[in-house]
């Protein structure tokens, strides 16, 4: 027969083994109820990477958590810029552009990059094209001696650009003589979709990456509604926005002459090229900015449909269901597609705006 003593000592153990279970239940809970209910930690970093100011903000529970994704990103982003840079020599683009027997291996992340702006090309049909880098040495724009070329440099400089003359293969880099790679136009969108997933792998759920203006974001605001993000009016300083996006997990990325450009003899001179003619292109657009969740497709589309000007640019937004805000050169217009509309409002009552596809006035 069991003792009393043996008895009441049992009940206690459930007793203990309630209460215990309970304790670890709410220490479980506590994070998520403080993640839920208090003002999410800020953190962020500021840093002159990839020729322009990058700024990442991270929101979370957990501040040393976030630091360090914060120093990991900022690491990745030197990683990434040493293999794609043209301006540093030991970088994988670099060894691709010295070599002259036109095969190079290179890495994984390299023989991506290259294919997918091969593809990019193709879709802009030369318009976007990643094989610019001799025309782009030529100008020198954005450098401390921009120049007018000679039309017989610039004629011999065209002869190496042209995307079909690449290609990727088992790792190798296959290219034709003298062609030489530039990922100007591409490598802060392709850069900005491997620190998304980067941070998200960490498990942050709301963040800003911007690089230099080719913005990205994660999840919602720490409000828990869409971003409202700002798109610059290409004829006022940085930060007057013409319009506001409300979006989230999403890239929104722009592209106009405002950005690197240099005025010689009342002309200026700005750092998108017509692939055709080697000159900046002559375009219709005063900027191109792209919505996509692939911050590379919305970087390296955007300078193409820049170069290509309103009609062409309409087109292809339309036959890719594409998301994108033009501004005419004059900014009196800005024409966007259908499904961003409700998502997108106005700042500036001097604009008119238009649906692409919908009206031609
Ligand atoms: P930014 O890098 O200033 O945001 P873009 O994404 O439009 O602007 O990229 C412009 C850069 O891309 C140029 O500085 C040059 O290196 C390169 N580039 C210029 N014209 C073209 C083109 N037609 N196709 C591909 N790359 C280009
Ligand atoms: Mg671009």
Known sequence: MPSFASLSFGGNKKIYAAIIASLLILAMLVPSLREKYSEPVKAERESYKLGTVVRLTVYGSDEKKLDSALTDAMNEIDRLEGLFSVNIPSSE??????????????GRECADITSFSLRQAK???GAF???IEPIVKLWGIGTDSPRVPSSD????????VDYKKISVKDGFIIKGEGQKLDMGAAAKGWIADRLAEMLKKRGIKSAIIDLGGNLSVIGESPKKRPWKLGLQHPAKPR???FAIVEASDTSVVTSGPYERNFTKDGHLYHHIFDTKTGYPAESDLASVTVISQNSALADTLCTGLFAMGLEKASELVLSEGVSAVFVSKDYKNIYITKDISSALSLKDDTMKLHIIGESKN
């Open 153 to 160: 440099e610039i004629k011999n400089a065209l002869k190496y």
């Open 93 to 106: 683009i670099s060894k691709v552009n010295s070599s002259k027997s036109g095969r190079v291996k290179v």
């Open 239 to 241: 930060g007057e926005y």
């Open 129 to 131: 094209d990643p094989t």
């Open 123 to 125: 879709m802009t049909n």
